[in-house]
Nanobody
Framework: HVQLVESGGGSVQAGGSLRLSCTAS????????MGWFRQAPGKEREGVAV???????NYADSVKGRFTISRDNAKNTLFLQVSILKTEDTAVYYC?????????????WGQGTQVTVS
């Protein structure tokens, strides 16, 4: 079965950086589009960044220039470098894969990793 495991979250001061990781199993990782999402307390989940199997990336406007999504297909791992952090970046960050071409919903999700910016 598909399993996604995030790590790398933590508490950081505004302006700081973290590197989030997501290790995948149960899929041919190199063939899959991967995405990062986040959900802040009391808010809906929002898309942060996606990277397709060719390495093409897209970002939410709120994180452009501060966050970088990347992937290491040899290690089945997705990354999100988060920099110049703001208090509004505080959220649980999730990785996901298995986007449905019609609904755009992602089928598989990790358990999330908490990022707290103070």
């Amino acid at each position: 079965h598909v399993q996604l495991v995030e790590s790398g979250g933590g508490s950081v001061q505004a302006g700081g950086s973290l590197r989030l990781s997501c290790t995948a199993s149960g899929i041919t990782f190199a063939k899959h589009e991967m995405g990062w999402f986040r959900q802040a307390p009391g808010k809906e989940r929002e898309g942060v960044a996606v990277i397709n199997r060719r390495g093409t990336t897209n970002y939410a406007d709120s994180v452009k220039g501060r966050f970088t999504i990347s992937r290491d297909n040899a290690k089945n791992t997705l990354f999100l470098q988060v920099s110049i952090l703001k208090t509004e970046d505080t959220a649980v960050y999730y990785c996901a894969t298995g986007r449905d071409g019609t609904s755009n919903d992602f089928a598989y999700w990790g358990q999330g990793t908490q990022v707290t910016v103070s």
